[in-house]
């Protein structure tokens, strides 16, 4: 028997397929794009290969993250904070506080015993989030993924004062014109927006030990920019990505079991991978 | 299969057409009374023989006009208000009473009043604690206001009338106590949603009417079959004002919203106005100190040098204490409008209490329009699978 986890976040899709013992069998990820309401079965598909499975091996598929309604195989939504916090217990069992900072949000979860206790999130505006360093690295004319080494180059760091996406951005070009170094820039960005997340994360009690996960965990800058904001050590998984799609196949699993206990049918109807359609 | 001109139907309908009994009464030749603020005691309106119509905003209406007379990062209900005011929505209006109830509202009324001539426009201040001086000063903002719409009418406000209008408000909030009873039962037999329509009918109707719709709604429900359906979690929700039934049907996607503290739901209806020799002292002590508002603060004692925090917040708080466990709630959701600076205010201090009585609770926040809903979802429902 075979688990799923999809997580459909605004940048990325992640899948995670795990066996009876919970052991991975395979991860994928790719860009969410403006079709994820018909791609996700196709990410489905590649994952199977990679596990070679069938659809029908899966036993139970669990979808979370933003685009979670859009998942016409899934057996069962769950808010990425569930899944993430599930996710993370597994790689980390003495977690108590888990910060993911992923495209288009920034979280903070309080975790017992595995189970989410509480939660934060950003509000609806992009500073504090990835998308934040996709704007910079664009203006600045740098990839994305190389933000993080250069920033580790800087020798005096720039203070952005603007937590505005917009107004950071006008005040990096301000910064770039004046013939300021633009590893001293971008150390300056991630210590904004580690600052803005460690404010957020603050509202709730952070308890060791802290994980840090989601996109915006693989840049090396903003880990050690969230360190010197929250005072403390950060754990980061291999994969930072794919916690939230880990934490759906657990429970994914779980589910099944539940369902496989109280004698009801698994899968709960027979699934199709089909493309999401409006019209029935 | 229901009888659509009663009960729930009715009351949906005139949710959604709410202005059609006011534009009717209107051109029988009554004076319509425009209020956006539970701060204005309908009893006085009522007694000179006004309608009572509560102006709102609508979160459905982009905000185009108020523009150009207020900022932009500002109260999006009352922005939204006056939007609707300078499209001239309500233009059946003869007047309009506005209160202090938050600076916002005070702001906006000065705009309100100078962009539109009404032929009656009443401004009452509102004092922001319960001290007994602030009641005695209330009381004589309310009666500076009986003398204006008396001086606008022509006539006097005799004591018997208005003692009657406060008898049949007095029934009016009576009923919808009888109608949150029907909520205790799980599942409940009317669900947040519906609530939100009929508090909605009864802000458009004169209060006799109200009180009609009320007593068909109760018996309907009563024996209704065709009630909400079981839910993992029983809600309780506080906010400003709940006006549109957007929000409460998502949260009722996953829940049972089964009691609240809000505009829209409960609060100008929580107790009864008591009958005073001066009708207006009961009136006063009504408004001001029952009327549970953010914007109005609520210390246990006055002139101490050191506040016990704990007795604060039984003072400002202690109310709550019944809804959660008469109605056996087991979430607490906080619904913010942006920028609303009094009930952000309160916030901290409502969680502590929460926190005081073993109840999770959790704060939403959203700027009076639509397309916040969906990220919304997602937290609510986050909270639902930690409590459920």
Not at chain 1, 36 to 51: D, F, G, I
Not at chain 1, 238 to 245: H, I, R, Y
Not at chain 2, 104 to 123: N, R
Not at chain 2, 233 to 259: C, G, H, K, P, Y
């Amino acid at each position: 028997m075979h688990f799923a986890g999809v997580d459909i976040g605004s940048t990325m899709t992640k899948i995670v397929v795990i066996d009876t013992d919970g052991k991975l069998v395979s991860a994928i990820k790719g860009p969410t794009g403006p079709e994820h309401r018909r791609l996700a079965n196709e990410v489905m598909k590649t994952a199977l290969e990679q596990a070679r499975l069938q659809l029908d091996d899966i036993s139970y598929v669990v979808a979370t993250g933003y685009g979670r309604l859009n998942v016409p195989f899934a057996d069962r939504q769950i808010t990425e904070l569930t899944c993430h916090a599930r996710g993370v217990s597994s790689l980390f069992p003495n977690v108590r506080t888990a910060i993911d900072i992923g495209g288009q949000d920034a979280k903070c979860l309080k975790i017992n015993n595995g189970k989410l206790v509480d939660f934060v999130m950003n509000d609806k505006c992009a500073a504090g989030t990835g998308r934040f360093l996709e704007v910079v690295a664009a203006t600045l004319g740098i990839k994305l993924e190389d933000m993080g080494a250069i920033s580790l180059r800087s020798t005096r760091k720039v203070p952005i004062s603007n937590f505005c996406t917009i107004f950071a951005q006008q005040e990096v070009v301000s910064h770039l014109s004046e013939g300021k170094k633009v590893e001293d820039i971008i150390a300056g960005l991630h210590d904004a927006l580690a600052s803005r997340v460690a404010a957020l994360a603050l509202r709730l009690k952070v308890e060791p030990d802290v994980v840090l996960t989601g996109g915006v965990a693989k840049n090396a800058g903003i880990v050690e920019a969230m360190k010197e904001n929250l005072g403390g050590e950060l754990l980061v998984p291999e994969d930072p990505l794919l916690t939230g799609a880990m934490g759906a196949a657990l429970l994914a699993k779980e589910l099944s079991s539940a369902a496989i206990a109280k004698g009801e049918p698994v899968p709960v109807e027979p699934r199709r991978l089909d493309k999401t359609t409006f019209f029935k | 299969m229901p009888d659509r001109s009663k009960g729930l139907s009715r009351a949906r309908e005139i949710y959604l057409n709410r202005s059609q009994r006011a534009r009717q009464l209107k051109a029988q030749g009554k004076k319509v009374l425009g209020y956006p603020c539970v701060y204005v005691p309908l009893e006085i309106i009522t007694a000179l023989d006004f309608v009572p119509y509560r102006t709102c905003g609508d979160i459905k209406e982009p905000v185009t006009e108020a523009d150009r007379a207020l900022p932009t990062a500002f109260c999006p209900v009352m922005r939204s208000c006056l939007d609707c005011a300078l499209k001239a929505k309500d233009d059946f209006l003869d007047g309009v009473v506005t209160t202090h109830s938050c600076d916002p509202q005070e702001k906006t009324s000065h705009v309100w009043e100078s962009y539109i001539e009404y032929p009656y426009f009443h401004f009452i201040d509102v004092p922001g604690t319960v001290r007994p001086e602030s009641v005695e000063y209330y009381k004589g903002q309310l009666d500076d206001f009986r003398k204006t719409l008396e001086s606008f009418v022509g006539k006097e406000l005799s004591t018997d009338r208005l003692k009657a209008a406060i008898g049949l408000y007095n029934q009016q909030r009576s009923l919808v106590r009888e109608l949150y009873e029907l909520t205790k039962s799980a599942p409940p037999l009317i669900s947040g949603t519906e609530i939100v329509e009929v508090v909605k009918a009864l802000m458009s109707l004169p209060v006799s009417e109200g009180n009609e719709l009320l007593a068909e709604v109760i018996s309907e429900v009563k024996e209704r079959t065709d009630g909400p359906e079981r839910k993992p979690a029983r809600l309780f929700v506080w906010t400003a004002s709940l006006d549109d039934v957007d929000i409460m049907q998502m949260l009722e996607a996953r829940a049972n919203v089964v009691i609240d503290d809000s505009c829209g739901g409960l609060r100008a209806y929580r107790t009864d106005v008591k009958l005073a020799d001066d009708p207006l002292d009961g009136l006063a002590h009504y408004y001001l100190e029952e009327i549970t508002c953010a914007r109005t603060f609520r210390e246990a004692t006055i002139g101490e040098t050191s506040k016990d925090y704990a007795k604060d917040l039984q003072s400002r708080f202690g109310y709550l204490r019944r809804f959660i466990k008469e109605w056996n709630v087991n979430g607490v959701i906080l619904l913010l409008v942006r920028y609303c600076d009094p009930f952000a205010f309160e916030m901290p201090a409502l969680k502590d209490y929460f926190d005081s009585l073993g109840i999770p609770s959790t704060y939403i926040e959203y700027d009076y329009t639509r397309g916040a809903l969906a990220p919304l979802r997602t937290r609510v429902e986050a909270f639902i699978e930690t409590i459920a």
